[in-house]
C-alpha cells in the first residue's frame, strides 16, 4: 500500500485545512493521522477504522478535527478547523490492518510523506 498526503499549508490562527490522503493498493486498512512539530515526537491524532463508522480522536483535538474516509475513492481526510498554533506540524497519514483504533505509531507499517501545517498568529 502506498500513502501520499496533501493540503497542508499556511493559515492564519482559527482558520481551517483539509488534509487528504491519498491509498493506493489494498484499502482495508484502519487509516491514522499523526503529526510531528519541530523538535518534538511523533504524536497520534485521529484514527478512523476501516468501516468509517468508528474513530477515536487525540485529547487536543478537542472536536476541532474530523476524520473521515471515502472508500470508493480510496482517500482519508482530516478536516481541522478552529485551528492553534501549536498545531503547526508535520502531519502524516499511516495505515494498518488492524480491526480496532491503534494510537501508537508503532502500530503502523505504513506511511505517507506527509504535509506541513503551518498556524500563524
Known amino acids: 500500500v502506498q500513502l501520499q498526503a496533501s493540503g497542508g499549508g499556511l493559515v492564519q490562527a482559527r482558520g481551517s485545512l483539509r488534509l487528504s490522503c491519498a491509498v493506493s493498493g489494498r484499502t482495508r486498512y484502519a487509516m491514522g493521522w499523526f503529526r510531528q512539530a519541530p523538535g518534538k515526537e511523533r504524536e497520534f491524532v485521529a484514527v478512523i477504522a476501516e468501516s468509517g463508522h468508528r474513530f477515536d480522536y487525540a485529547d487536543f483535538v478537542e472536536d476541532r478535527f474530523t476524520i473521515s474516509r471515502d472508500n470508493a475513492d480510496n482517500r482519508v481526510y482530516l478536516q481541522m478547523n478552529n485551528l492553534k498554533p501549536e498545531d503547526t506540524a508535520v502531519y502524516y497519514c499511516?495505515?494498518?490492518?488492524?480491526?480496532?483504533?491503534?494510537?501508537?505509531?508503532?502500530?503502523?507499517?505504513?506511511w505517507g510523506q506527509g504535509t506541513l501545517v503551518t498556524v500563524s498568529s
Open positions: 499511516a495505515a494498518v490492518f488492524s480491526l480496532g483504533l491503534p494510537r501508537p505509531s508503532y502500530d503502523y507499517p505504513y
